[in-house]
Every structure is written in C-alpha cells, then in structure tokens.
C-alpha cells in the first residue's frame, strides 16, 4: 500500500505540470483556470470531511494560517506557475520546482527561531550550481528571453509556496489540523482569492468545453489536488514526512521526461551534469540530521 500511494502520488504531480501547459492554451485566462481548480477541489475536500468524520470546524488559532497558507499555496504560487508555464516547458519547471524542499528548510529554521543546518547551506550550494548548469544552456538555445522569464517566475512561485509549506508544518505543531481540514479550508480561501481577482479584471466566467481541457482540468482537480494529497497524508502518517517528500526525486524526472517527447526540450551535457547536481541537493537535504556529526549546527532553543 505504501508503494501504490508513493507510485501514484509521484506519478500525479509528475503529470500535473503538463495538464497546466494544456490549460494556458485555452481562451480561458489562467487566473479563471485556476479558480475552477481550487474551488472544485475545495468541494470535494469538504466532501470528504464529511465522508471520513474529519474535523471541519476551524479553530480561532487556525484561521490566521489558513488565510496565509490559502493565499500562498492556494492562490498566488499557481497563479504565477500558469503564467510562468507559458514561457518555459513544465518539466523544466518541475525540476527547479524540486528545489522548494530546501528553500523551505531556510523558511521553517526562521519561523522556529533555530540556526540554518550545514547541510541545507552545502545542498542549497549544490542546486544552485545544479540550476546554472541546467538552465543556460536552455537559455543559449532559445536566443530570447522567454526562457529567462520562465524561470525567474518559476523560482518566485518557489519561494512562495516554500513559505507556505514552512506555515503548514508550523500550523501541524501548533493545532495538529488534520490534513484533509487544512487542504479544504486553504483551497477554499485561495478560490475566493481568485474569485476576487477574476472579479477585479472583469474576466467574463466562460468554460472551454474542449476535450483536452475539460480532461486536464479534470485531471488536476481529481488526481493532482485531491487524491495527490490523499496519498500525501498516508505516506506521512505512515512512514513520515521526510520519507514521503522523496516523491520530489521522482516527479521531475519524469516531468522533463514528458516534456522532452511533448515539448522538444532539448538536453546536452551541461543540463544533465545541472540535474545531477539539483539530485545531489535533495538526496543530502533528505539525511538524517544527525548524519552530519560534528558538521552539523547547534539549535537555537524553539520559543513559543
């Protein structure tokens, strides 16, 4: 069973990055796409809230988290990753995407009030070298900067949903929220998030009844947002965190992968030494802490 969730889960957000390529290729502005999304996946977590007796009542202390979380994860990073995708090909987006584990150790060590291990200092060395080697090479063959605009907004939806991810640990420790209550509430305030913006541009709420996007976006809602975080919530209470975010190990291989065949991305020498390099960061950011011995840094005491 843990085998089946951890397949499943990379394979969903191994796909997912595709499924948005397809969505920005509609007549449908990215910020309407998105609010579909979110708001048929609040729905249906809601749903299944209901369906397995988990907590749906939010405590007080747990607002301030959702609406940061929700603005965040939930709103603003994907927002900037569908506009971000029509520049640069998903699976190049994936895998500077991978990176978000460790931009999000640095949010989680400045939230707790503890020192930046070592070892996130040598893996964030080793991806960003791993990134230079990766992406001027993709630069130097598109001669535009399209490319560069890709990545500088993909880097920026990084960051932002590494902040969030930091507040979402934070949150487990303060209020132990249950994971489906969490998903439901914070994809229901980045939907009226979205709601608004659509609203303030004065998008008109139109649907594309075409099939490949009625078939991506049903893909991202089921299988990229609802069920990829099902298996998400087993493979943590099952084998915890750490070992669970493996997955981002897998999903950018095989999201460069699709995009080679779908997208003619094309990789030479230097992109692959750039993705080895990026592998190396995420396999160190995933050791123990007490693997680094004496190299590892001392924590300040945690302050409620």
Not at 122 to 147: C, D, E, M, R
Request: glycine share 4%; net charge positive; with cysteine.
């Amino acid at each position: 069973m843990i085998a089946l969730a951890f397949i499943a889960m990379s394979l969903a957000w191994s796909v997912s990055w595709y499924a948005m390529k397809i969505q920005t290729q509609s007549f449908v502005s990215p910020e309407l796409s998105v609010f579909y999304r979110f708001f048929a996946a609040a729905i249906l977590m809601f749903l299944l809230c209901f369906i397995f007796k988990v907590r749906t009542r939010a405590k007080a202390s747990e607002w301030r988290y959702f609406i940061i979380i929700g603005f965040c994860n939930f709103f603003l990073n994907f927002l900037i990753g569908y506009f971000a995708v029509r520049y640069i090909a998903s699976g190049v987006m994936a895998v500077i995407f991978s990176l978000s584990i460790i931009t999000s150790e640095f949010f989680s060590a400045i939230l707790e009030k503890r020192k930046i291990e070592r070892k996130v200092l040598i893996s964030s060395l080793l991806g960003t070298i791993g990134l230079v080697f990766f992406i001027a090479p993709l630069v130097k063959i598109s001669f535009n900067h399209q490319i560069i605009i890709g990545f500088f907004l993909t880097l920026l939806m990084m960051i932002i949903f590494s902040f969030g991810s930091a507040l979402v640990a934070k949150n487990r420790k303060i209020n132990q929220t249950p994971l489906y209550t969490l998903i439901a509430y914070c994809s229901s305030i980045g939907a009226g998030f979205l709601l608004l913006i659509n609203l303030i541009r004065g998008n008109e709420f139109i649907f594309d009844f075409s099939p490949s996007y009625i078939v991506s976006l049903s893909y991202l809602v089921l299988i990229a947002t609802v069920l990829a975080f099902i298996c998400l919530f087993y493979l943590v209470q099952t084998i915890g965190s750490t070992r669970a975010n493996y997955t981002s190990l897998v999903y950018p291989i095989i999201a460069l992968t699709i995009s080679v065949f779908l997208e003619n991305v094309a990789l030479n020498f230097l992109s692959i030494v750039g993705i080895l390099f990026i592998i190396a960061a995420l396999l160190l950011e995933f050791m123990p802490r007490g693997a680094f011995g004496k190299l590892k840094l001392n924590h300040l005491p945690y302050r409620k």
